[in-house]
């Protein structure tokens, strides 16, 4: 011990208490996917606090010169079986009653026990210490020592913060209106039962005014269920703004919702409001479900979910290389689902999982911090096959089981899913997210560090012709973007069940009608060619400004492919905005096939004979003896727009164009020019250098800056983003993930530097690299949504492996027996080899 302590002396200076604000990672290994409950356990540096798994603990050691390491191993506690449970496979799962996570009542969520083992390891020689050899040690060792593993186990864990321990959807808050609620002295008593819609007899979720005692049926469900809306009417037509849902009155409460604050609420006086109408809440028995459990039931619902999880049929576990499951750390299944896909396409094998030893050996001394590193870690977890492997099951004693499980220990992403979403106002929270945008999102990411070298986006890069046709001069215009996806357009008109859709609707009528629960509601069945068709058809024009005319007029604009990638990933356009502006999702199922030929849909280019459009700028928007000064912009609309999401620059043309006059005109032209190639981009009027709001002195936040250029961006760029969004982080990095383009030319390397001193020794960028070839494809992947939103619900992909269809849905990786080919939301195509 003598030895020992000889050694814990002399490497005294590198052993650190942490401080507030020091990151410890004592959950996850920096490297891999290691952590205190696998084998050998997580070695924690004692210097830099970086977390290591036995594998990758001597490779820091011999790099760093760093020798003291602290060992921390947790083993599963063995789970006595409930004297309810068969003994045999899952224990029974509590039926949820509340719409909640790791709460009483709530969903369940993994809760496991493990007895946890602690020690100090000296390397390279590997000497144990554990806290009893710290008595006989001097007095200084023993002291720094003993603070040391005492801060690291009582730090939080960087991961800490990113996982969902408990959250509750239940929790309301107390109504404005309530306190001063004034009620009718109307003389109406309402009895204990018997209640009926006052307009349209309905017997069924029922909500009475509390202000005047009005009974009234509520809202109409996505699904055509609920009631028809005359409650919500009713507080339209009086103001009175709350009501309580009958039927869910009981001792304990009820649902009370505000129609004024658009949300569920508390009513302190609850007890007072019900009895001015004779109502007494301790005689009261529960006879309707509540909000809450009607909420849990949808999420629980017979339905795409059981068909897109393929939950009627009995799965078979998969287990192997290319065969691993993620877990869900909160709403994170659209990221999962997307990084499954991504790591099935062989440039992102190649460029970060076949090359792994080389990426870790010049991985930063904060790996954890690189994006580089820690993509190649996912991708390595994801296809090694090392932790696809059967989840213990804590009821089981002994190792055998009778049959597998369908959860894997599989790999929890925290620390990617912490640096891919940090600065971002949406993919940094715990929140459900578009697939989509973040298939988007990351791609811009993976361009933004791949400047030099190798690039797996490529893989889906191609290019767009656009062919405008001005209709009274017939002259057309030609150009070319780059785009990762195809968006397809749902054509609800082309459904091939239209007389099945009719009736139905004629039923729901006669149902809302007579009172009677209205029936289920047909999917609508759409031809994939439709699609196709509504994609490439022209789109007419009708304020287009003709060079060749010198006025506005009418064109036609074509859409087709300039080239074909190598991978082609398709869109079905689900959401829409209903004519309230409110998100919904279109129910429908269309015939996706499994090989596609796009050939005819290549664009050809000039053709002979035809005339181009001349290339002259469009008159200025004010007459010549007016001095051009920046517009006035209505901020409170600009501001309108930002908060449903869409980019800045976006808004204040907007509400420019539309000449202010309101939030209806410019979310009017918002929809109309979303698919604008300049859509995002500055608004610059004639004779302005720049665009409006922007001043080049304008000073920017140093902590902001930091932020962004931690991001993988150069100062530069940073500061161009935070003057082009009035300094504000979140707009900042909206801004800059728009206009990936423009800032080309501020080339970055993957540390985030300018990739030159000078602007000078710059060589101009070359324009987007793009790969060729045959327009046939053949179906590999898809992702599908169960739900409402895309900010709600549950992801899901099936890919093709060794021409078996492959469910992944977090954790559980089964052989697929049916994958719902018709009603996925993003496909993935491969090119057929020629």
């Not at 939080?156 to 969902?164: I, K, P």
């Not at 005359?230 to 709350?242: I, N």
């Not at 070319?480 to 091939?496: E, F, G």
């Amino acid at each position: 011990m003598a030895e020992v302590s000889e050694v814990l002396m002399s490497v005294l200076s590198t052993i650190r208490v942490p401080r507030p604000g020091d990151r410890v990672h004592k959950d996850e290994c920096a490297l891999s996917f290691a952590s205190p409950e696998s084998e050998g356990g997580l070695y924690v540096c004692m210097n830099s606090f970086l977390g290591f798994g036995s594998q990758y603990v001597d490779r820091h050691h011999k790099r760093t010169g760093q020798r003291a390491y602290l060992q921390i191993t947790r083993t599963r506690k063995t789970q006595k079986e409930d004297d309810n449970n068969s003994g045999s496979g899952d224990p029974p799962k509590k039926k949820p009653t509340r719409l909640a996570i790791g709460i009483e009542g709530g969903f369940d969520v993994e809760q496991e026990q493990y007895e946890e083992e602690v020690k100090v390891v000296l390397f390279p020689g590997r000497q144990e210490v554990v806290s009893d050899d710290l008595a006989s040690m001097p007095d200084v060792v023993r002291e720094r020592v003993s603070l040391s593993m005492a801060g690291v186990m009582a730090a939080d864990s960087v991961s800490h913060a990113l996982q969902v321990q408990q959250w509750d959807g239940e929790v309301r808050q107390e109504s404005r209106h309530a306190p001063e609620l004034k009620q009718l002295d109307n003389g109406l008593k309402i009895p204990p039962s018997g209640w009926r819609c006052e307009i349209c007899d309905l017997q069924e979720n029922l909500w009475m005014n509390l202000t005047d005692g009005k009974i009234n049926c509520g809202r109409r469900y996505f699904d055509g269920t609920g009631g028809n809306n005359h409650a919500l009417q009713h507080f339209q037509e009086t103001g009175y703004p709350l009501a309580v849902k009958l039927g869910t009155i009981t001792p304990d409460g009820a649902d009370v919702y505000s129609y004024d604050e658009d949300d569920m609420v508390l009513d302190s006086k609850l007890p007072e409001h019900l009895s001015h109408f004779g109502i007494n809440m301790m005689n009261m028995e529960k006879t309707e479900r509540t909000m809450t459990e009607l909420e849990i039931a949808v999420n629980q619902r017979v339905g795409e979910w059981e068909v897109i999880q393929e939950s009627g049929a009995t799965l078979r576990p998969l287990w192997g290389p290319g065969l691993t499951g993620m877990k869900n750390l909160g709403n994170s299944c659209y990221l999962n689902s997307v990084m499954q896909v991504l790591f099935t396409v062989p440039d992102f094998q190649t460029k970060y999982v076949s090359n792994i030893d080389k990426i870790l050996d010049e991985a930063p001394s904060d790996p954890t911090q690189d994006f580089k590193t820690q993509v190649a870690k996912l991708g390595y977890g994801l296809l090694s096959g090392e932790y696809s492997k059967p989840a213990p099951d804590p009821s089981d004693e002994s190792s055998s089981s009778s049959e597998p499980r369908g959860d894997q220990v599989g790999i929890a992403a925290r620390m990617f899913k912490a640096l891919v979403g940090r600065g971002h106002p949406e993919f940094s929270t715990n929140r459900q997210q578009d697939a989509q945008e973040f298939l988007l999102y990351f791609i811009n990411m993976v361009e933004r560090n791949c400047r030099s070298g190798m690039n797996p986006s490529e893989a889906f890069r191609f290019l767009v012709e656009e062919r405008i046709v001005c209709q009274q001069s017939q002259k057309a215009k030609y150009t070319q973007r780059v785009d990762y996806m195809v968006q397809l357009p749902v054509p609800m008109d082309q459904a091939t069940n239209t007389e099945e859709l009719q009736e139905a609707e004629r039923l729901r009528e006669e149902a809302e009608s007579s009172g009677a629960p209205p029936p289920p509601v047909p999917r609508a069945c759409i031809p994939f060619s439709a699609c196709l068709a509504a994609w490439s058809e022209p789109e007419t024009l009708t304020d287009f400004w003709s060079s060749a005319v010198q006025a506005k007029t009418t064109a036609t604009k074509t859409t087709r492919f300039a080239s074909f990638p190598d991978h082609l990933v398709i869109q079905v356009k689900k959401f829409t905005f209903g004519l309230d502006w409110v998100p919904k999702k279109l129910d429908v199922s269309i015939d996706v096939p499994d090989t596609l030929d796009l050939g005819a849909l290549r664009g050809t280019g000039q053709q002979p004979g035809e005339e181009l459009l001349p290339e002259v700028a469009p008159p200025p928007l004010m007459t010549p003896d007016v001095e051009v000064k920046a517009p006035v912009l209505d901020d409170s609309t600009v501001s309108q727009l930002c908060e449903m999401g869409f980019p800045l620059e976006a808004c204040r043309k907007a509400v420019y164009y539309t000449g202010n006059i309101g939030i209806d005109a410019a979310m009017n032209w918002v929809m109309g020019h979303m698919e604008d190639p300049d859509f995002s981009a500055p608004l610059v009027l004639p004779g302005c250098s720049s665009a409006p709001g922007t001043t080049p002195t304008e000073s920017v936040s140093e902590e902001h800056l930091a932020t962004i250029v931690s991001m993988g961006f150069s100062r530069e760029q940073a500061t161009k983003a935070l003057r082009a969004t009035s300094n504000v982080l979140e707009r900042a990095v909206d801004w800059i993930f728009s206009h990936l383009d423009d800032l080309e030319s501020m080339e970055v390397s993957e540390g985030g530097r300018s990739a030159g001193d000078s602007e000078g020794t710059r060589e101009p960028p070359p324009g987007p690299r793009v790969r060729d070839g045959q327009g046939k494809y053949e179906l590999f992947a898809l992702i599908s949504h169960m739900g409402t939103s895309t900010m709600c619900g549950h992801y899901v992909c099936h890919i093709k492996k060794d021409q078996q269809w492959v469910i992944f849905n977090d954790q559980k990786v089964c052989a697929s027996e049916k994958p719902p080919k018709d009603l996925g939301y993003l496909y993935f195509y491969r090119r057929v080899a020629e």
